[in-house]
């Protein structure tokens, strides 16, 4: 028997394709009561690792499973877990009705659940038009019908906002959201943050193949806190009596300014003036997310390591959550290309780099 709790557990899990490594030691773990987004670039694994989570292709090595069960093990896996791959695979002739009540009765439940379904994704009106001629949005939430036939406790999508417009975008956030305030578990695929950003509350990122982040939204939302880039006369005497005044998330960037975190533009101006430092310009950098996103993903393109990619095999320690490390990698990342750029020929550091040796 399966455990019932809708949680999805993806352990050590790897997919070969002849030469292509497809899906690379992921592991992650997606918890009901919210929506996860799973987040990577074109390329990156996310359809094949569905797929094996779905019983559809067959993992190299490690284990995908839904209520500490593999998909072949579930019983009537339809009751259990709903998913939309992909929105095509409808016998074009055959009605949006016909359709549903077709899977209705494999799945064991009675055409009323039919109407009902057609009704809740907006295809009440269609319902007695042929598959064939619906637009790839209609596709969708036919699909959508379906997957939710058994009632499952667990639902996952795959890129679900394809051909959706503006309003059955809106209807879709919606949905999932109150779907998994009911303690059920979904996961949805994207390869844009933004398309899902306001839909999800975990993340898990991935990028050539690998588990790059899990954990909170907020959590990645927090690394990417506001910061205060400063031109003041003298870098060092400032950073001084910042810290003096207890901030402390003081450093110099490359272009010979100092970023400041946890603190207000008003407040680092006070402090400077008070402290006779003379200061030429202020910018407020506001957090971007997509930023963060693009930061974490950006090296399967590039073929550069990954910043925050542990050496093979020690993936399964990876796992999760810690932006701190995602923060430590990257500033890792960071400090390297300062160097190299400071390494080039002809090129030194500025005076005002790396006063007090307070760098992080
Ligand atoms: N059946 C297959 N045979 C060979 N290679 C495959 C197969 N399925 C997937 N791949 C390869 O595995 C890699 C990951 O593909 P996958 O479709 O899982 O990525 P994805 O993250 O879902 O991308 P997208 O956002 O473009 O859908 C790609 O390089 C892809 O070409």
Redesign the pocket.
């Given at each position: 028997m399966h455990d019932g709790s809708g949680r999805i557990a993806v352990q050590n899990l790897t997919k070969t394709?002849?030469a292509?490594t497809?899906?690379q030691n992921l592991s992650f773990t997606v918890e009901p009561g919210s929506v996860t987004g799973f987040l990577?670039?074109?390329?990156?694994?996310?359809?094949?690792?569905l797929r094996m989570l779905l019983g559809l292709v067959r993992p190299t090595a490690g284990t995908a499973t839904v209520n500490g069960r593999q998909h072949h093990e579930l019983g009537n896996p339809a009751r259990v877990v709903g998913s939309v791959l992909d929105n095509g695979s409808f016998h074009p002739k055959r009605t949006a009705r016909d359709h549903l009540r077709v899977y209705a009765a494999a799945v064991g439940v009675p055409d009323s659940r039919v109407d009902e379904l057609l009704g809740l994704v907006g295809l009440a009106p269609a319902a007695r038009r042929k598959a064939g001629g619906f637009s790839l949005g209609m596709r969708q939430r036919l699909a959508l019908a379906t997957a939710l036939l058994g009632d499952p406790q667990v639902l996952v999508l795959d890129?679900p906002a394809n051909g959706l417009d503006p309003e059955g975008i809106a209807w879709l956030r919606q949905f999932l959201r109150s779907f998994a305030a009911q303690g059920r578990t979904v996961l949805v695929?994207s390869?844009l943050l933004s398309e899902v950003e306001q839909t999800i509350d975990q993340v898990v990122i991935v990028s050539a193949?690998m588990t790059r982040y899990f954990g909170p939204l907020e959590n990645l939302r927090q690394g990417q806190r506001s910061r205060v880039l400063v031109q003041p006369a003298d870098g060092a005497a400032l950073a001084t009596a910042l810290r003096e005044s207890g901030i402390t998330e003081v450093e110099p960037t490359q272009d010979g300014r100092v970023a400041v975190a946890g603190a207000s533009l008003q407040q680092i101006g006070d402090i400077a003036a008070k402290s006779g430092i003379a200061v030429y310009g202020m910018e407020e950098q506001k957090a971007d997310l997509e930023q963060m996103f693009f930061q974490l993903t950006s090296p399967q393109y590039s073929g550069a390591p990954i910043p925050g990619q542990p050496p093979a095999g020690q993936q399964a320690q990876y796992q999760q959550q810690s932006l701190y490390q995602g923060q430590q990698y990257q500033q890792q990342y960071q400090q390297q290309a300062y160097q190299q750029q400071y390494q080039q020929p002809g090129q030194q550091p500025q005076p005002n780099q790396g006063w007090g040796g307070q760098q992080q």
């Open positions: 394709f002849g292509v497809a899906v990577g670039p074109n390329g990156a694994g996310k359809t094949t690792t890129e695929s390869h193949g």
